[in-house]
């Protein structure tokens, strides 16, 4: 198998990817991408707990996990990759070579317009997404596998509650 999902979601670890998404997909292993988480033992620990005791979580910085993710790809055991913002999913865009990217949860912060009941984003953003796709990614928003994935302007052109 491979990384059968590259995941933002600011939540890192939680019920819904543990079981929304790897119960369908199978996944055994997780390779958790967050500068402070990776260099936190307590709080690996934490998400460690969040997952059922077959399936492996993998801690790194955006830095030390691109150069690891051929590896991960080639994993006979399929895997989600996941990070909690945009930034350092760029930086496993640009130098890890990771062409798809699931935006699975980026909630409510002062400053954010909501687009779907699970996607908050700000003008920059929203950029920020739109310059994966430059760098050659596709884009979508989907918050469970039953979802219908939503292409990148789509999910921009989206506005909840307006």
Do not use: C
């Amino acid at each position: 198998m491979t990384l059968v999902l590259n995941r933002i979601d600011d939540r890192l670890i939680h019920g819904q990817v543990v079981v929304g998404w790897g119960q369908p997909l199978d996944v055994k292993f997780i390779v958790l991408v967050d500068d402070g988480v990776a260099s936190s033992d307590w709080e690996q620990e934490l998400y460690r707990m969040g997952v059922p005791p077959e399936m492996e979580v993998r801690f790194h910085s955006a830095a030390d996990a691109a150069p690891l993710l051929d590896a991960y790809r080639a994993e006979r055991r399929p895997g989600i990759l996941l990070s909690g913002d945009i930034a350092t999913m760029r930086t496993l865009v640009e130098k890890g070579g990771v062409r798809e990217v699931n935006v699975g949860g980026i909630h409510h912060r002062a400053g954010r317009t909501q687009h779907l009941r699970y996607v908050f984003l700000t003008t920059q953003e929203g950029d920020a997404l739109r310059e994966l796709t430059a760098l050659g990614a596709v884009v979508t928003a989907q918050d469970v596998p039953a979802a219908r994935p939503m292409p990148l302007e789509e999910l921009l052109a989206a506005r909840e509650g307006a």
